[in-house]
């Protein structure tokens, strides 16, 4: 092999592993950047959850009618028992698809779920409020609440459960 | 002729391989700056959503938030494309401009009808002036910011004038909503000095409604929808005060008696019929003195 095409070979090597190191370098950027992505996408979905929280205690259809109860979130058991009803059962006759589209632009595509937690119920009871949920990949997050009974005019704990 | 094959293949392989920095670079810069975009479009966005649900509760709360591009529909809910996503305002944020390429104000008024029926929350623009002109009631001037002028020609014209009597509408701004005084509380539209429509306004928080919305059928697309989440609310409301009625004692069965029949009026009126819904909010309050008296749970 001539001295000149040794050098051309040179070259082109140079060029080649120049190439690969920048790919490389790209190929991290690009792993970084959905990791980053990803822990963005999840903490955005925590603070919308967050945001629900204070809106379904701000809910007239959910909260309890009565007053000082402003601290803690409230949830009417008769009122939660109505709307999971008349937005999640397509054979109850208040179901109305256009209700329920207008209930999904406040829930978003989450499954919330209203279940007592103490004193621990008898039997495993939970109220779906609204079943939304598309997405596979969800986060699954608690908030504590008080359930009031008009019927028994009693208080409990409980949780809403969101998914989404 | 071999040192120049030579010479010109190192060129162009100079050549090629600056390009390619030069493209690599350029599209990483692209999407930091894309990214960067997104994440502060999507924390504004959520701030939006807060300060709804905080409006909620306090009426009167303000924020400023910045959109790249804010485009509203009428039809169910406000959607905002952002990220490449669309995202919706929660349907309580009745009342918005149809499209916004700045800043907006959102401002919160709660549509008091002693009852809790619905709250609303106005989209005002930022970027458009408000000025009043004539005898406009002091406390509207006030939630509105509004400059006051005498005279068309002091507003210039991507300002929304708000007046009680016919104006100059040569020199009047693009948009134009008249409040005529008089008992028929009537608002008008006029864009460009052509006259769209007239409107009713019923009471002060709708007239806002009004003002915020800057078109006639933004505001009565507003109002559909505020009736019909007003007579869900009746129905519902009503549902629970029969179920809890079955269940409490004999002594509080003509309060709900009198609030279900209050309901079911609530539940065939009108949004415009305010003189019915007054009575209805007085029956319910009366009522739900009646079951507090009575310690029995309340509507």
Known sequence: MKRAQLQAMETIIVAIVLILLVLLGLFIYVVGSEDVAEQNQRQGASEEILTLGTRLSNMM???????????????????????????TDPQNPNYDDTIRLQYADVFGSRNITLR?????????????????LTNENYLTQFIPVVIYDP????????????RG | MRGQLQFSLNWILVAVAGAFFLLLFIAIARNITET??????????????????????????????SFSNLETTCESVYAVQLAGQIRNIPEHALYSPPLLDGALTIRSEELYLGFPIITLTYLLPDARPIYVMGSVDVNLREFLEAETITNTNDAPQDAILVSDEIVDFENAPSIVVLIPSGPDNKV??????AF??????????????????????????????VEKKMRFLAKFNKERAEIIKSAASVRCNSAYDSAIREL????????????????????????????????????
Request: hydrophobic fraction near 35%; include cysteine; aromatic fraction near 6%.
């Open chain 1, 61 to 87: 259809e959910l909260s309890c009618s009565q007053r000082g109860r402003e601290n803690s979130v409230c949830v009417d058991l008769v009122k939660a028992e109505l709307l999971g009803a008349w937005l």
């Open chain 1, 116 to 132: 007592q937690k103490y004193p621990a119920p008898t039997s495993n009871q939970e109220i779906v409020l609204f079943d939304g």
């Open chain 1, 151 to 162: 019927q028994e005019e009693t208080y409990v704990l409980g949780e809403l459960e969101v």
């Open chain 2, 36 to 65: 960067g975009q997104d994440s502060r479009e999507l924390s504004s966005f959520n701030q939006v959503l807060r300060t709804i649900e905080n409006a909620k509760s306090s009426p009167g709360t303000q924020v400023r938030a």
């Open chain 2, 188 to 193: 008008s539209f006029y864009e460009n000095g």
């Open chain 2, 196 to 225: 769209i429509g007239e409107s009713n306004y019923v009471n002060k928080e709708l007239l806002l409604a009004a003002i915020a919305s800057t078109n006639k059928e933004r505001y009565e697309c507003g109002l559909s929808i």
């Open chain 2, 264 to 299: 079911e009026t609530l539940e065939q009126t009108e949004l415009t019929q305010i003189t019915e819904i007054n009575s209805v909010t007085r029956g319910l309050n009366r009522a739900n003195s009646i079951l507090l008296a009575n310690s029995c749970p309340t509507i």
